[in-house]
């Protein structure tokens, strides 16, 4: 693996042992001694979200890419499951379809994630039919592989947080681990070569007029990357 060599600032405070957890019946919620927190949800059966903070003053959850009244929200979803569950109710099923239908369906992406993570005395392990994401109690080091067991993220450095004296707040890092042939995509407007692996980015929008290939920031910053180790993003 080749860890992360940026510099750490020396009042950066890292995650120590859980000492508490909650599970919430959609999130899994760990706490610190040092007050550092872990909330940690499943969005689909490949997705996981794990959402740091450094202390205990939790924002509300909100995002502008999300429409709260869009096809795809929580209340269009549960409205759709009760038209959907009505509508089964009243069709009679042959019992030979029906004998068909309670064969076990493949694995899919919007397949239900299981009801909750289970806890070990050292670790907090959450699988899902493509996934299995596993915890440590211990620092919240974390990993994610797929079903045969192969290494498809893992943190390295780990979470690190650091008072923000200038603007407020904290100045926060996530250190992953990374193999030799990993290459990275993604980011939004980069002018350089594709693979963005060993750079560093400004994440800023700003007007570069005749920018040239080592401008950054550019005109369209992006949050997300796309990791590609061994063909599997």
């Not at 949800?41 to 509300?60: C, E, G, M």
């Not at 009760?82 to 369906?105: D, F, L």
């Not at 080091?141 to 993220?153: I, K, M, N, Q, V």
Request: with cysteine.
């Amino acid at each position: 693996m080749i860890v992360h060599t940026a510099p750490t600032r020396s009042d950066a405070h890292l995650p120590d042992r859980v000492t508490h957890a909650e599970w919430t019946g959609s999130a899994l919620h760990l706490e610190c001694a040092n007050g550092m927190q872990l909330r940690v949800s499943a969005l689909s059966n490949h997705t996981f979200r794990l959402q740091f903070r450094p202390d205990r003053h939790w924002a509300p959850d909100f995002s502008y890419a999300v429409d709260p009244n869009g096809a795809d929200s929580p209340k269009a979803r549960a409205d759709a499951d009760a038209v959907n569950g009505s509508e089964r109710a009243a069709v009679r099923i042959p019992a030979s379809t029906a004998a068909a239908e309670e064969q076990p369906a493949a694995a899919t992406d919007d397949s239900p994630t299981p009801s909750s993570p289970t806890e070990s005395p050292d670790r907090w392990t959450w699988s899902t039919p493509l996934a299995t994401l596993t915890v440590w109690k211990e620092a919240l080091a974390f990993e994610l592989r797929s079903p045969d067991g192969s290494l498809l993220l893992q943190s390295d450095r780990g979470f690190r947080a650091a008072p923000d004296l200038e603007n407020g707040g904290h100045t926060c890092e996530l250190g992953l681990a990374s193999t030799k042939n990993e290459r990275f995509y993604g980011l939004g407007d980069k002018a350089g070569r594709l693979n963005l692996k060993d750079q560093r980015f400004v994440h800023w929008n700003s007007d570069a007029f005749r920018y040239q290939v080592d401008t950054d920031p550019l005109y369209k910053t992006l949050p997300f990357y796309i990791g590609l180790r061994h063909g599997q993003a």
